[in-house]
């Protein structure tokens, strides 16, 4: 753990990082397709040691190393295909178009991926779009969109300020970000004094994977790892004012919903502001005891940001200040902070379960296939070593058929394939989908038994 000593919390500079689990060898990408088994076994493998914040909460994997992470257009992680997924995401597009008058505007998406989000809103307000992300790949049921949605086949960055929007949405990007400031900062300059911007995010909810132990979460492309308070800090730190934060998709997700912070002085160009030192500024500053009271450590934290940036930005305290029921960071992170003392039995205690449950599937030589060939299955695949004992895992996403999965190699398969293979279990990756799965399995006239992990 020497390596320790080098880091610091990326979002509130603490030097006191505490690592608590450790998992060695595991794919590089999740959402990687390989269309060989061999190539698939032999895949790029990386180290993950996670480490804890106790000032804020964040967690982070310490081992990360961003240079092993090129995403391409074999990059493919749409969950579209689930009407379960889908239904949440027409229920978040009605609801943002709402809130938000998200019609006939200007949307941009960070790391649009396929794009099929930017385009459910651009076509339900009739909005324009421009989607960035390097692993788009040009899709013909986009063509008839034209010039309303756009594509760019690359990460955002400043380059890009000069497109504006009236809603900018990142959805499961930030925490593939080391140092989520590096996407947050160059976001808020490019705004610049668009204040009226709203800013969505998505990541998943790091409560979910520690303390409800969804531990297939886990996996190397999520470099970061976020609860409410260390979300708040962050976006907070990199000058956005968090004006509605929420679970969604039964707790597995945290949605933030923000806007730009204004300037109390207007110098010119007003940019200046938010230069690079104020990278820096956020790294050196001094930290604060964990255990203050909420209220005392929201005004102190306020105080201190202002301070020790020693500028003249967003120094009105009260843009710190989120409403009195939120004022729960404290607890927050202590409660975080007991579930990862214990985490790594608890995390070996489920998988010991699943090695116990596979052992009785092979013993009694039943045919079974995992459902689900996201980074969930991959990563529970990999986590218990799966090979010999499940040979197909089957997917709704018709882009990932007949390839193989990183690390186990096993072959991603149609639902339809069941129908031959006949399985006499279904394990399904994500409870959410299992309703869904369970019609799907009855409508293709089998009867095996459908559980969740
Ligand atoms: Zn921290």
Known sequence: ???????????????????????????????????????????????????????????????????????????????????????????????????????NKNIIEIGCGKGDFLVSLCELGNNRGIGFDPS?????????????VKFIQDFYSEDYRDYQADLICCRHTLEHVANPADLLIPLRKAIGDRLNTVVFFEVPNAIDT???????????????????????????ECGFKITNL????????????????????????????????LLSATKERQLLPVGAT????????????????????????????????????????????????????????????WERKLTQIAQTKQRAVVWGAGAKGVTFLNL???????????????????????????????PEFLQAYRPEVVIVMNPIYEEEIRQLVADLGLTCEVFSV
Request: hydrophobic fraction near 35%.
């Open 1 to 103: 753990m020497a390596a320790l000593l080098e880091h610091t919390c990326s979002v509130c500079g603490s030097p006191h990082l505490e690592p608590f689990f450790t998992m060695s060898d595991v794919p590089i990408f999740c959402n990687i397709l390989h269309s060989e088994q061999q190539e698939a076994r032999n895949c790029p493998k990386g180290d993950i040691v996670l480490a804890f914040c106790p000032s804020c909460g964040f967690i982070s994997n310490v081992a990360f190393d961003p240079a092993k992470l090129h995403y391409s257009q074999d990059y493919e992680n749409s969950l579209h295909y689930s009407p379960r997924f889908r239904e949440y995401i027409n229920d978040l597009t009605q609801k943002l178009i709402e809130r938000y008058d998200l019609r």
């Open 136 to 148: 788009y790949i040009p899709r013909a049921e986009h063509r008839h969109l034209g010039e309303k």
């Open 294 to 353: 909420s209220q005392a450590t929201v005004l102190e934290t306020s105080t201190l940001v202002t301070a020790t940036r020693n500028r003249q930005v967003w120094t009105d305290s009260a843009t710190y200040l989120l409403p009195e029921t939120e004022l729960n960071n404290v607890e927050e992170v202590e409660s975080l902070h007991r579930d990862i003392q214990d985490f790594t039995n608890k995390f070996q205690s489920k998988i010991a379960l």
């Open 246 to 277: 929420s679970e969604a998709f039964a707790g597995q997700f945290l949605c933030v919903e923000a806007l730009p912070v204004a300037e109390k002085v207007t110098l010119g160009d007003r940019n200046f502001l938010l230069e690079e030192s």
């Open 210 to 236: 520690f303390h409800r132990l969804a531990v297939w979460d886990i996996l190397y492309e999520h470099c970061t790892y976020f609860v409410p308070s260390s979300l708040k800090q962050v976006f907070s």
């Open 384 to 414: 218990l070593k799966v090979r010999g004992a499940i040979e197909y895992i089957v997917d709704m996403n018709f882009r990932k058929h007949w390839k193989y999965v990183a690390g186990t190699g096993q072959q991603i398969v149609p």
